[in-house]
């Protein structure tokens, strides 16, 4: 899971829209609104001109649609209904192809990628393992065959473009399952920290949310609607397959639950104005919380070793970019409370005492107030002459709100990728009941998967 891709964009915005704030007069209490109509106008005008930049390169959309396409020829594949390639024959539909393997008496079974050595060169990509590769494999080279060898091979020849045709369906769902649930993980990220970037603002900005911030907010959640989907379906089917080649399940209900996919497949995103409504009011109070488990399950499912190599910078980045909008002050607070500050650091001038060296009392000015202190003089109200202006206010790590968007997908999609490297059909069948879209019928298929494969085991 990559995080160097989401950073960015909220850095430009970031930029964009610290320009536009503007500190208080030299000095003086601020008594009136300190943020224009004019700035406020200026933050949308650069949220509009960064919504341009990404309507044309549109990446994340792009990325989306393709995995979309794969996933649909997948699933036709799947039904022998497309080749892998132009000019290529139709493939055996996979149900079929299974079937008749197992009366070849070959097993099969949906493993991890391996190398040389018998080592996953990757937790979360699957590949096809057969019993005939295998002896062919483990045969010394130049032996001669024996008799049972011999038929052995005879029987199973007849049925070897149906074991490359079951290769090459699987391999692609395993490729497209696992780039879709990894843009899952991340855009689940991209997602709450551009959110809690638009809160961030309007709290400093003193701006309410409008209508159209809020179509903006269902604008990125269609799109997180879109991955979910795709996602959901192809570790579902990943999951399926898995459960009947492992566990020897009824082949029937793969065909069954690809034409069902299919007709639900691909779909427009459904993400209604009130969700985006309820996804901004919700986002306060439990992003600690749910870091927390967040780490947590990462650490359990990658070790932590690997967890702090590969992958901690990147989640402590995003969730601290996300984590000042609950206790983002407006431009009115800080100038404030610089005010305060400074009158407060001219009065300990005045009566003679330190102050810290970053104070907006410039050295020359406190020795001046000193010197009227000793003097006996009064002390003067601040006025233009002050020539300190209230520093702009820096992001840091407070404590971090709102709950991560799409968790329970998050989640069910990282342990149900682990569940799959480890063979685990029942573990990968429940995680794909979480995250399969389509409604019951869709469920319902991967509901009698499971049965078949429970089935099987006794």
């Known amino acids: 899971m990559k995080f160097r891709s989401i950073l960015p964009a909220a850095l430009f915005l970031s930029a964009t829209l610290g320009a536009c704030m503007m500190p208080p007069q030299n000095g003086a209490a601020q008594t009136g609104p300190l943020v224009s109509d004019e700035q406020k106008n200026a933050v949308r005008d650069a949220e509009a001109r960064a919504d341009e930049m990404e309507a044309k390169n549109d990446v994340l959309g792009q990325q989306v649609g393709e995995h979309e396409q794969k996933l649909v020829k997948a699933l036709n594949q799947a039904l022998g209904k497309e080749a892998s390639s132009p000019g290529m024959p139709m493939p055996t539909p996979s149900a079929t192809a299974i079937k008749d393997l197992r009366g070849a008496k070959i097993k099969l079974s949906l493993v991890p990628v391996e190398d040389q050595n018998g080592k996953a060169v990757a937790d979360n990509f699957l590949q096809l393992k057969d019993s005939f590769t295998d002896k062919m494999k483990a045969r010394p080279a130049g032996k001669k065959m024996t008799p049972a060898e011999l038929k052995e091979v005879q029987a199973a020849t007849p049925h070897v473009q149906k074991l490359n045709d079951l290769r090459m369906q699987l391999m692609n769902l395993s490729m497209v399952t696992m780039q879709a649930n990894s843009m899952l993980q991340t855009n689940a990220l991209t997602t709450l920290m551009r959110v809690s970037g638009m809160v961030r603002t309007r709290k400093q900005q003193e701006m309410e949310f409008t209508e159209a911030d809020y179509k903006r907010v269902q604008r990125w959640l269609n799109l997180q609607r879109r991955v ?113 500050k400074y009158e407060a650091d001219r009065a300990k001038c005045y009566r003679g005492e330190s102050i810290d060296p970053g104070s907006l009392v410039s050295p020359p000015t406190c020795k001046q107030l000193k010197e009227l202190g000793e003097s006996g003089k009064p002390l003067p109200a601040a006025g233009a002459a002050a020539e300190e202006a209230m520093a702009e206010a820096e992001d840091s790590a407070f404590d971090l709100f709102g709950s991560l968007p799409g968790f329970n997908l998050v989640k069910a999609s990282v342990e149900g990728l682990s569940a799959l490297a480890r063979g685990d059909t029942e573990g990968a069948l429940k995680a794909a009941v979480g995250l399969i879209p389509g409604g019951s019928a869709l469920r319902g298929a991967i509901d009698q998967v499971s049965k078949t494969a429970k089935l099987a085991k006794r």
């Open 228 to 340: 979910e989907n795709v996602a959901g379906l192809s570790f579902g089917l990943l999951a399926s397959y898995q459960a009947v080649l492992n566990a020897e399940g009824e082949p029937a209900v793969l065909d069954a639950l690809a034409s069902k996919a299919l007709e639900n497949f691909p779909k427009e995103p459904d993400v209604t104005l009130d969700e985006a409504k309820a996804y901004v009011k919700n986002m306060k109070g439990t992003v600690g919380q749910v870091k927390s488990q967040y780490e947590a399950m990462m650490r359990k499912i990658h070790g932590d070793a690997r967890y702090e190599a590969q992958y901690k910078s990147g989640i402590d980045a995003v969730f601290s970019q996300a984590a000042g909008a609950e206790s983002q002050k407006s431009v009115t607070q800080m100038a404030n409370e610089s005010n305060q």
